[in-house]
């Protein structure tokens, strides 16, 4: 059955009022399987308040797909960011903008309030992977059911599931008692640099937490949840060799020039490499030749050179992703092992630039889904496995788990199509997907830490 097929089977048993549905993911291990315990009183409160709701939430949400913000449209960004952060003061949070220009960015929207119990850090963002110039730009109705826009579930879907579980906690009575702290970073797309800076608001709120929730679509089925993810980075390998005419290759004294020295790394790093599960690494980019130029984007250069003359030099950019830290830095030794075998003649040097660090699968990230999973059984939805994490990409709940015990992510609006023109949001989930992030978040705010 096909992603689509899938969340559309899930989509329609989910919306079906009190059906609990049987998941038939694609996934990685099960969750920790508990009993499931019944909604007390003030669950049920809190998911009555949902329903009532949801065609404000909605509009909320057309609303914001209509504003451009993608990540370098910065009025957008700060549009998207001031409209939610109205909705969060009224709310009684306690709100602040982080200007960006430091990091080349629009900024971050940061909501906070204290409770009792432990802090939940709950993260979303505000841009999009669409541009001004780009032709998709508007929330269409395609269907009842079925809606498409930029960013309807990358991720404003997201970011209104969370203000509506707000909402709902809100009615019950519960939110002032909860300790939350809400970043939505305007550069989730294309995250600003020095990296460290872009994130450090993030990583300082993750430190004082105890759980971590993000609210990305994830892999789009409403029975799946994202515990680990890989993290992303990137590596340049170049080789350089003596240039001579091509007759006198592979002389002892002359050797075998830049590009054969490149083809014999490739070919080292996929045969000691390429089994690894869930390592993968891909040269995306080559450039050789007798004079080579490449430039900063990693997109483009330019190499001069002729068939009868030994390369001199050889660039080549790839990425690299891995599911745990241990995992990147056994990864990253075994490359500059095989780096430093030259041909004869040659020399390779290979640096690496980490981007999104991996979000490992651990014990914590397992009993979060432990809890979300008794939630959703509770209310009829069914049971929530974990993703498959060779199917979740990299996202902002990576850069909070060296920090915090327990992180998940993948609790917004499901849908299909995210980073194309036909990015569509199933509007029946809405609801459903509401009503399970606010019962998580309150059981959350009373289950101590391990």
């Known amino acids: 059955m096909s992603i689509y097929s899938r969340f559309r089977a899930a989509a329609a048993c989910l919306a079906a009022a009190g059906l609990a549905c049987t998941p038939q993911p694609a996934s990685a291990p099960s969750p920790i399987v508990a009993a499931v315990t019944p909604l007390d009183k003030t669950e049920q409160s809190i998911a009555s308040a949902v329903d009532p709701r949801n065609a404000e939430g909605l509009a909320l949400l057309e609303r914001l797909v209509n504003i451009n913000s993608g990540t370098m449209n910065f009025a957008g960004v700060r549009e998207v960011g001031g409209i939610l952060r109205a909705e969060l003061d009224k709310l009684g949070f306690e709100t602040r903008w982080v200007d960006g220009a430091?990091?080349?960015?629009?900024?971050?929207?940061?909501?906070?309030?204290?409770?009792?119990?432990?802090?939940?850090?709950?993260?979303?963002?505000?841009?999009?992977?669409?541009?001004?110039?780009?032709?998709?730009?508007?929330?269409e109705k395609l269907t009842d059911s079925t809606v498409r826009g930029p960013g309807v579930i990358d991720m404003k879907g997201g970011d209104v599931i969370m203000?509506?579980?707000?909402?709902?906690?809100?009615?019950?009575?519960?939110?002032?008692?909860?300790?939350?702290?809400?970043?939505?970073?305007?550069?989730?797309?294309?995250?600003?640099?020095?990296?460290?800076?872009?994130?450090?608001?993030?990583v300082a709120a993750a430190k004082k937490s105890q759980y971590a929730i993000g609210f990305e679509d994830g892999s789009g089925d409403p029975h799946t949840a994202v515990i680990s993810r890989r993290g992303a980075g990137s590596w340049t390998l170049t080789s350089t060799g003596t240039p001579a005419h091509s007759s006198q290759i592979f002389r002892s004294d002359i050797g075998d020039g830049a590009i054969f020295e490149s083809a014999r790394v490739l070919q080292e790093f996929r045969t000691q490499l390429s089994t690894q599960q869930?390592?993968?690494?891909?040269?995306?980019?080559?450039?050789?030749?007798?004079?080579?130029?490449?430039?900063?984007?990693?997109?483009g250069g330019q190499a001069l050179g002729k068939t009868n003359v030994v390369a001199k030099e050889m660039i080549v950019k790839g990425d690299m992703r891995t599911l745990s830290p241990e995992q990147l830095a056994s990864?990253?030794?075994?490359?500059?092992?095989?780096?430093?075998?030259?041909?004869?003649?040659?020399?390779?040097?290979?640096?690496?630039?980490?981007?999104?660090?991996?979000?490992?699968?651990?014990?914590?990230?397992?009993?979060?889904?432990?809890?979300?999973?008794?939630?959703?059984?509770?209310?009829?939805?069914?049971?929530?496995?974990?993703?498959?994490?060779?199917?979740?990409?990299?996202?902002?709940?990576?850069?909070?788990?060296?920090?915090?015990?327990?992180?998940?992510?993948?609790?917004?609006?499901?849908?299909?199509?995210?980073?194309?023109?036909?990015?569509?949001?199933?509007?029946?989930?809405?609801?459903?997907?509401?009503?399970?992030?606010?019962?998580?978040?309150?059981?959350?705010?009373?289950?101590?830490?391990?």
């Open 102 to 139: 430091a990091f080349g960015r629009a900024g971050h929207l940061i909501a906070e309030r204290t409770g009792t119990g432990p802090r939940l850090l709950l993260i979303g963002h505000l841009d999009t992977v669409f541009e001004p110039s780009n032709h998709f730009q508007r929330w």
């Open 331 to 450: 990864t990253k030794t075994t490359m500059q092992a095989i780096v430093s075998r030259s041909l004869p003649h040659t020399a390779s040097s290979i640096t690496f630039e980490d981007g999104y660090p991996p979000l490992a699968p651990t014990d914590g990230n397992r009993r979060l889904l432990s809890i979300y999973d008794g939630v959703s059984r509770a209310l009829g939805y069914g049971s929530v496995v974990a993703v498959d994490p060779m199917r979740a990409g990299a996202a902002d709940v990576s850069f909070a788990a060296p920090y915090i015990p327990s992180a998940m992510d993948a609790v917004g609006l499901a849908g299909w199509d995210d980073h194309t023109d036909k990015e569509t949001a199933d509007i029946r989930m809405f609801g459903p997907l509401t009503k399970r992030a606010a019962i998580f978040l309150y059981r959350l705010s009373r289950t101590p830490p391990k």
């Open 278 to 299: 869930y390592l993968t690494f891909n040269p995306g980019f080559a450039i050789g030749g007798t004079d080579v130029t490449s430039d900063s984007s990693q997109s």
């Open 163 to 202: 203000l509506q579980a707000f909402k709902a906690l809100a009615a019950a009575g519960v939110l002032d008692k909860m300790s939350i702290t809400a970043v939505f970073s305007g550069d989730e797309e294309s995250a600003g640099q020095p990296q460290g800076l872009a994130r450090a608001d993030l």
